[in-house]
């Protein structure tokens, strides 16, 4: 069965649902593709067709006595590092599996909302990883060349997107796991403001840095999806209280980028090229864009594996791994209990040098509204990744590892395709805590004018032409 709508996008299935087509009528037909063959290495488990079916019956009933439901019938799926009650939560550890007895709050705002949970989607192990290779239950590959990875650790969840699988899905984002996939997929990746969406009900990566993200097609529906389930939680001791939006920029945007040297190592000869594409195209709608000195981001960026954030993994599960050695992959376990050799000492000059750093972004954003970096460096082959994880991983994450160490939000948006892969590539805005309506603004304006669709249809279009 074909979907009974254009697309999966938030405003095409309400449009659908407003002309008498049922929510039970597409999820009946995100069924029938997810069993015409195997499960895909993209889902980790799936619910039952039947129990999807339970959760629209119950979304029509509060439908019917009034209930507003501003993501009624919308299917999406969650990282498998964040409970949904009714399924195993496993990190991407079959060893470490625990049946949650609730969901988690972001997941439990959204089924309020009337979104409909689908399944539980792969991810890196634990998420420690930017790469999609590092599970048990599969590696996952770009949907536009399957020998290249997707990204990670938020792997299935950019991939169950950009397949037209779900309208959006769950990630998390503590160095970069909700933006990378995002780039090498062709859709777009939200890392909100950290403390901004409870992460009660996350497996902890790093518990003070980590935040639950979005993937969708468009900008639009990825604010949707964060408008439902952010807000304080006070059971939460990271969550934050949101303060009032300001007011949205009229003038044009001031941007700052990376100056060229800072980008020969990293992103690729292409990759350079789509990324100074995506300059000429801001700079052609008024956009102010200069250059701007990276130096202290990338050197906050080499403190989370460097520097005292590696050991918090250590005290989020190091127990389990320690514990259990042989049930975790010997890159994640060699990474967590490597961490172990890190002096107390070490962990307060390295939060001292962390807060200079801020000081010294803060200064960089005095005069800007956002900077725009990679999404990632130039994408890799999967079998390269599984021979050589570390250095390729760490080539993922240089424009990405700073953000929540320096307090800031992200929007991941596309940006065109390589020619040599195939694979897609994005562009990053980034911003001060708290302007993450700032950075829709601009990521919605740039996304548009790629004029590219999002996900798989990209590829429809590009082979027409």
């Not at 959760?55 to 006595?65: H, N, P």
Request: hydrophobic share 45%.
């Amino acid at each position: 069965m074909t979907l009974p709508v254009p697309s999966l996008a938030l405003p095409d299935l309400a449009a659908a649902y407003a002309g008498g087509v049922s929510p039970r009528t597409v999820v009946d037909a995100i069924y029938n593709r997810l069993e015409a063959g195997p499960l895909s290495p993209d889902w980790i488990c799936i619910f039952p067709r039947q129990a999807a079916q339970d959760q629209v019956q119950r979304i029509e009933a509060r439908k019917r006595a009034g209930a507003m439901l501003p993501l009624y019938g919308i299917p999406f799926a969650v990282k498998d590092n964040i409970d949904v009650a009714g399924l195993p939560t496993t990190a991407a550890c079959p060893g470490f599996s625990y049946q949650p007895e609730a969901s988690a709050v972001a997941v439990e705002r959204l089924v309020a909302a009337g979104a409909v949970v689908i399944g539980k989607a792969n991810l890196d192990q634990f998420a420690t990883g930017l790469s999609g290779t590092r599970s048990p239950y599969g590696a996952c590959a770009s949907v536009f060349n399957p020998d290249y990875a997707s990204g990670g650790s938020s792997s299935g969840s950019a991939v169950l997107v950009a397949r037209g699988l779900v309208s959006f899905a769950l990630g998390t984002d503590t160095g970069g796991s909700g933006r990378i996939p995002a780039g090498f997929n062709n859709v777009v990746g939200l890392k909100p403001t950290l403390g901004r969406v409870s992460t009660r009900g996350l497996v902890p990566n790093c518990r003070t840095l980590d935040c639950v993200s979005v993937f969708a097609l468009t900008v639009a529906d990825a604010r949707a999806v964060l408008a439902e389930m952010e807000g304080f939680d006070a059971d939460n001791p990271f969550s934050r209280p949101i303060p009032p939006e300001p007011e949205a920029a009229t003038g044009p945007f001031r941007i700052g980028i990376p100056r060229p040297q800072d980008l020969e190592t990293f992103a690729g000869l292409q990759g350079r090229d789509l990324f100074a594409a995506a300059g000429a195209r801001a700079r052609s709608r008024g956009w102010l864009v200069h250059e701007v000195d990276f130096t202290p981001f990338f050197a906050a960026g080499q403190l989370m594996f460097g520097g005292a954030w590696v050991a918090e993994r250590l005290a989020g599960f190091g127990d389990f791994v320690a514990a259990h050695p042989d049930a975790v992959l010997p890159v994640t376990r060699d990474i967590v209990l490597g961490a172990a050799s890190l002096s107390g000492a070490e962990t307060f000059r390295h939060i001292y040098a962390l807060a200079a750093l801020k000081r010294q972004v803060e200064t960089v954003f005095s005069g800007l509204d956002a900077v725009m970096v990679p999404t990632a460096g130039a994408p890799c082959r999967i079998a390269d990744l599984l021979a050589d994880p570390l250095p390729l991983n760490a080539r993922f994450g240089h424009f990405a590892y700073f953000v929540n160490l320096l307090d800031l939000c992200a929007m991941a948006v596309p940006n065109g395709f390589l020619a040599d892969s195939g694979v897609a590539m994005g562009v990053t805005f980034i911003a001060p805590a708290w302007k993450d309506g700032l950075l829709a603004q601009i990521g919605a304006v740039h996304h548009a004018a790629l004029g590219l669709p999002p996900g798989l249809a990209a590829r429809a279009k590009r082979n027409a032409a």
